[in-house]
């Protein structure tokens, strides 16, 4: 509202009658301080960090304009000064200064000397500040500032405020560090401070830490907030004992709402100038990223020539019925992952994934066309490709009042480049009955299944080992199993405090014995995507012992468990046991198993610990008593404070389950003479607000080997981070050593990795360098109902 004459007199007017505070109004009398307006004057809203309702250019300009001050001056009705202690509040402004000059005609004030200016997201202290009360156009000189809604601050000579969200700075600094705290800073000779996009533009800017300069950058942008928009990012640079010194340059394309890219520019001294990019997109099927890396002639390995690595990941769902997942990637040789640092694709068991799905999916049924391969990252290894499989399922509940229908279905076709495998079409179809039937402390399931297999194989009729082989063959087995619980609660309390329950578990499982050896892997002995499975606690109910359906095992047998678990009095659990096994009526059903007239399996026991929300345990055993052996142990014992925690762990598995249950390419002597015996200490402490110390070291008791060691540490403040973690692997042997483990000298591989993170620009900017990780690793296993 621009001053009137009228609203001079009143504000004359006021000052007589009441000796200090006025509103300007329209009015033709002043309005009175007692009936609205409260004294001193308040700026709640001024200083809030949210975001106004939006007003029409009507509404702004009836906004009223509060003004406090000691004394009043008017000059030939044009203007009007305030002295001593102003304070004047306009809409979203606020200023205090010494002095203030209104010229009621431009509707401007001139605030000079201890000038205290605040908008929605801007406090100053300048010399002098001239601002435009209608548009909120300000100028602001010799200036301290600092952002009200984000962690900025800093100092300028000059400040133009272009409307709401638009500031230019002259001969300016910048930073997100506490007031006090010069750790590091931008100096420019122009910035300009863009809040509605959340991006700084810094133009022949140096940036300095602790005060001493560090880089020279004639133009950058950096992010204030979570906007995207295009810009070199902060260079990084860094030391790396695979690589010598880094210099990373990244560059960031905001090319559309939903797509934006990122490439990088990574010189490394010892390996030449590497090519990094990442693209991604967010579309009406879904999102994706794709990602490149290429290093044109490794000065390292040069007879390796250029080295490259791609990776597209997909993730969407179309129309809520069509859902699409893509995951490939590869790279140029099987040492890339060696020698490079790199996040390309998902790497499992020396495999890089090369997967797609494409599925329907509908309340009652649902349909997926899907793809597999894998590139091969260690010699002599040609798994199966799955070229294509079509999957089909159906879904009737209650098809007959609580009687269950579903059929599930596949039709396979797999490839190998080995020749001494066949390959195959597969034809899979399994209809399902079962009678859930439950209430408050009981529940028992009935299910029948048919399963019809069949298959046409593709093989060299002259090998030996595929022999009783047939191209064509097909194969029905029927099964039936049973599984029941009750759950029981006590009514006595164990140790007068703890609440405990029992739950009983047993299954029976009928599955005939069929003759399978014409089918490739048909006697338990690998197959086409068939592994056996672990059989710990929870393994001991299931209907399998094998990974998909090229052996399914004999079985006429009980799984008996039981599982008690322990509540204090706020019903947190605070510990459970689980033990069972498997009674066998007529063999094991494997095949392999160099003594199948057992009529056990080993005895599985799992337990879980919580005392008083700082010790943690957890514990699982797998004991044979038909052959008097220990399988499996694996015991972890947490201690946690509030700033950290210290975790011990040792994992055992008997070479003779390993034999029995994995299948090695090469000789097993080469990784182990005696099984795993493997102890880990991990721990990680919080010191103070601001340093954080971690360590992991993996020991083979067994061998007397170091597995792995890591130790690192890590600085935080309130505007920048500091990492420094050194590791040291042990490297697997390769296809050329010779002899078991204990005769060759292992291989280790450090690394040291620096990391520099600077805090409040944007999702925080991080430098990294270096390729220092581990591979085991912290895991929390504490399966407990909190």
């Known amino acids: 509202?621009?001053?009137?004459?009228?609203?001079?007199?009143?504000?004359?007017?006021?000052?007589?009658?009441?000796?200090?505070?006025?509103?300007?109004?329209?009015?033709?009398?002043?309005?009175?301080?007692?009936?609205?307006?409260?004294?001193?004057?308040?700026?709640?809203?001024?200083?809030?960090?949210?975001?106004?309702?939006?007003?029409?250019?009507?509404?702004?300009?009836?906004?009223?304009?509060?003004?406090?001050?000691?004394?009043?001056?008017?000059?030939?009705?044009?203007?009007?000064?305030?002295?001593?202690?102003?304070?004047?509040?306009?809409?979203?402004?606020?200023?205090?200064?010494?002095?203030?000059?209104?010229?009621?005609?431009e509707n401007i004030a001139i605030a000079e000397g201890n000038v205290d200016y605040s908008s929605m997201d801007m406090r100053s202290t300048s010399d002098k500040v001239t601002t435009d009360l209608t548009t909120e156009d300000t100028t602001m000189i010799n200036t301290s500032y600092r952002m009200a809604c984000q962690p900025i601050r800093g100092e300028a000579s000059r400040v133009l405020k272009t409307g709401q969200a638009i500031y230019q700075l002259e001969d300016a600094s910048f930073t997100t560090c506490p007031a006090?705290?010069?750790?590091?800073?931008?100096?420019?000779?122009?910035?300009?401070?863009?809040?509605?996009?959340?991006?700084?533009?810094?133009?022949?800017?140096?940036?300095?830490?602790?005060?001493?300069?560090?880089?020279?950058?004639?133009?950058?942008?950096?992010?204030?907030?979570?906007?995207?928009?295009?810009?070199?990012?902060?260079?990084?640079?860094?030391?790396?004992?695979?690589?010598?010194?880094?210099?990373?340059?990244?560059?960031?394309?905001?090319?559309?709402?939903?797509?934006?890219?990122?490439?990088?520019?990574?010189?490394?001294?010892?390996?030449?100038?590497?090519?990094?990019?990442?693209?991604?997109?967010?579309?009406?099927?879904?999102?994706?990223?794709?990602?490149?890396?290429?290093?044109?002639?490794?000065?390292?390995?040069?007879?390796?020539?250029?080295?490259?690595?791609?990776?597209?990941?997909?993730?969407?769902?179309?129309?809520?019925?069509?859902?699409?997942?893509?995951?490939?990637?590869?790279?140029?040789?099987?040492?890339?992952?060696?020698?490079?640092?790199?996040?390309?694709?998902?790497?499992?068991?020396?495999?890089?994934?090369?997967?797609?799905?494409?599925?329907?999916?509908?309340?009652?049924?649902?349909?997926?066309?899907?793809?597999?391969?894998?590139?091969?990252?260690?010699?002599?290894?040609?798994?199966?490709?799955?070229?294509?499989?079509?999957?089909?399922?159906?879904?009737?509940?209650?098809?007959?009042?609580?009687?269950?229908?579903?059929?599930?279905?596949?039709?396979?076709?797999?490839?190998?480049?080995?020749?001494?495998?066949?390959?195959?079409?597969?034809?899979?179809?399994?209809?399902?009955?079962?009678?859930?039937?439950?209430?408050?402390?009981?529940?028992?399931?009935?299910?029948?299944?048919?399963?019809?297999?069949?298959?046409?194989?593709?093989?060299?009729?002259k090998s030996a080992s595929l022999s009783d082989l047939e191209e064509e063959t097909d194969r029905t087995i029927p099964e039936v199993r049973i599984n029941g619980a009750i759950y029981l609660d006590s009514t006595h309390k164990f140790l007068g405090e703890y609440l405990q329950t029992l739950e009983p578990k047993i299954q029976y499982l009928y599955v005939p014995e069929v003759d399978q050896s014409e089918i490739y892997g048909g006697t338990g002995d690998g197959g086409y995507d068939s592994n056996k499975l672990q059989l710990d606690y929870y393994g001991l109910f299931r209907d399998r012992q094998y990974s998909g359906v090229d052996y399914i095992a004999q079985a006429n047998q009980f799984s008996i468990g039981a599982t008690s678990r322990f509540y204090d009095n706020s019903y947190k659990e605070r510990m459970n046991i689980s033990f069972g096994q498997i009674l066998y009526l007529s063999g094991t059903g494997t095949k392999n198993d160099n003594n199948d007239s057992k009529n056990s399996s080993a005895w599985a026991i799992e337990s879980d610990f919580n005392y008083d929300d700082y010790l943690f345990y957890h514990g699982g055993i797998q004991y044979d008593s038909n052959e008097d052996e220990l399988q499996v142990a694996n015991s972890t014992l947490e201690y946690r404070v509030p700033k950290g925690y210290v975790q011990v762990n040792y994992r055992y598995v008997s070479k003779n389950y390993i034999e029995s249950n994995v299948n090695f390419e090469d000789s097993l002597e080469k990784i182990t003479q005696f099984g795993i015996y493997q102890a880990g200490l991990l721990t990680q402490y919080n010191i103070g607000n601001n340093w954080a110390l971690q360590g992991q070291y993996f020991h083979d008791t067994k061998e007397d080997q170091m597995i792995e060691a890591l130790v690192g540490a890590m600085y935080m403040s309130d505007c920048w981070s500091f990492g420094l973690t050194y590791s040291n692997q042990l490297i697997a042997p390769n296809s050329d050593t010779s002899g078991t483990i204990g005769s060759y000298q292992p291989e280790y591989e450090s690394n040291v990795m620096l990391s520099i993170g600077i805090r409040g620009l944007g999702t925080n900017t991080a430098v990294t360098s270096g390729s220092a990780t581990n591979a085991l690793g912290y895991g929390r296993p504490f399966y407990l109902n909190n």
């Open 1 to 105: 509202m621009p001053f009137t004459s009228r609203s001079l007199l009143a504000s004359f007017a006021g000052c007589l009658l009441y000796g200090s505070p006025v509103i300007a109004d329209d009015g033709s009398k002043p309005v009175s301080p007692e009936s609205s307006i409260i004294f001193p004057l308040q700026s709640d809203t001024v200083n809030s960090c949210e975001v106004p309702d939006k007003t029409s250019k009507e509404e702004e300009d009836q906004q009223p304009v509060l003004i406090q001050a000691d004394s009043v001056e008017a000059s030939n009705n044009s203007k009007a000064t305030y002295k001593g202690n102003v304070h004047i509040i306009k809409g979203r402004q606020e200023i205090k200064a010494d002095s203030i000059t209104l010229h009621q005609q």
């Open 180 to 461: 006090d705290d010069n750790s590091w800073r931008f100096k420019a000779s122009d910035i300009e401070l863009d809040q509605s996009d959340e991006w700084a533009t810094f133009y022949n800017a140096r940036f300095e830490v602790l005060d001493v300069p560090i880089l020279y950058l004639p133009y950058v942008t950096v992010p204030v907030g979570d906007t995207r928009k295009t810009g070199l990012l902060i260079p990084s640079a860094g030391l790396d004992s695979k690589n010598g010194f880094e210099l990373s340059i990244p560059i960031y394309w905001n090319i559309a709402p939903n797509y934006d890219a990122t490439t990088t520019l990574n010189y490394m001294e010892k390996r030449g100038t590497q090519f990094e990019g990442e693209f991604r997109y967010l579309e009406n099927f879904g999102k994706g990223t794709v990602d490149l890396e290429y290093l044109n002639d490794d000065a390292k390995f040069k007879d390796k020539g250029s080295r490259w690595g791609i990776s597209w990941n997909h993730s969407g769902i179309y129309e809520k019925n069509w859902k699409f997942d893509v995951e490939y990637s590869q790279v140029s040789d099987i040492d890339y992952f060696q020698d490079l640092s790199s996040s390309i694709g998902t790497r499992d068991e020396g495999q890089l994934q090369q997967s797609g799905e494409v599925s329907y999916r509908t309340q009652d049924w649902d349909m997926t066309m899907r793809v597999r391969d894998f590139q091969v990252l260690v010699d002599d290894q040609n798994p199966y490709r799955l070229m294509p499989q079509l999957e089909f399922n159906y879904y009737a509940p209650q098809l007959y009042k609580e009687l269950d229908f579903t059929l599930h279905s596949h039709i396979s076709k797999f490839e190998t480049d080995d020749p001494s495998k066949p390959s195959a079409t597969r034809v899979h179809m399994e209809p399902k009955l079962s009678l859930p039937l439950s209430s408050t402390w009981w529940s028992l399931t009935p299910e029948a299944s048919l399963l019809y297999t069949y298959y046409s194989q593709e093989f060299d009729s």
